[in-house]
């Protein structure tokens, strides 16, 4: 069953997914500093067909989701450790969205996969210009390597904290122009 607006819907809801296990671990934290640290929430975002239902026997229920775009997004949500990101969902998912709080966090190839997938990360919480800024930086890239990453380190000056974006001038730095990095 698909709907005009399920990309917003996916969007809205994974992000919303993270922030409550931030609030979680918050919380947590607040309540006792003696207890261990809980676990740390990421979300992966693909687009793309999928088969669900109970795939339980009759006494047992095992209601799942199966396919490729599945295998991606949970590929993805993997790879958010390796990105030092938590949210990232494919350029596939992000450009059937309304929303303007994406930003390109270049391409990769995830974990048993062989064709890089373009990353979006979904960023309510910067400022629009900054998500543009990086936008203009990654198109940059393709044509001018060095003034793309210059622009990138000064976004990162300003924003020392952002860590997925100092991953992803890391990433920049090590790779050419149409070269994807590789997760393993």
């Known amino acids: 069953i698909a709907r005009p607006d399920d990309a ?5 809801a994974g992000y ?3 922030q409550a296990g931030e609030d979680f671990r918050r919380e947590v934290a607040e309540m006792d500093p003696n207890l261990p640290p809980v676990g740390k929430t990421r979300v992966g975002l693909h687009f793309g067909e ?3 239902g109970n795939f339980g026997g009759e006494n047992r229920i095992q209601y799942t989701a199966l396919g490729d775009s599945m295998n991606t997004a949970a590929r993805l949500e993997a790879a958010n450790k390796a990105l030092d990101s938590s949210v990232m969902a494919s350029r596939e998912l992000a450009e059937r969205t309304t929303l303007d709080w994406w930003r390109p966090m270049g391409k990769v190839v995830l974990r048993g996969r062989s064709q890089p997938v373009e990353l979006m990360e ?3 919480h910067i400022d629009a210009d900054q998500r543009q800024a990086v936008s203009e930086a ?3 890239f393709k044509t001018n390597r060095a003034d793309a990453i210059t622009l990138l380190e000064e976004l990162y000056a300003q924003n020392p904290n952002d860590k997925a974006l100092d991953n992803l001038l890391h990433r920049l730095r090590n790779q050419g122009v149409d070269d994807a990095y590789v997760l393993s």
């Not at 917003?8 to 809205?12: F, G, I, V």
């Open 8 to 12: 917003d819907r996916a969007a809205k």
């Open 16 to 18: 919303a997914i993270w």
């Open 50 to 52: 999928a088969v669900v």
């Open 122 to 124: 979904p960023t309510p």
């Open 138 to 140: 990654m198109e940059l």
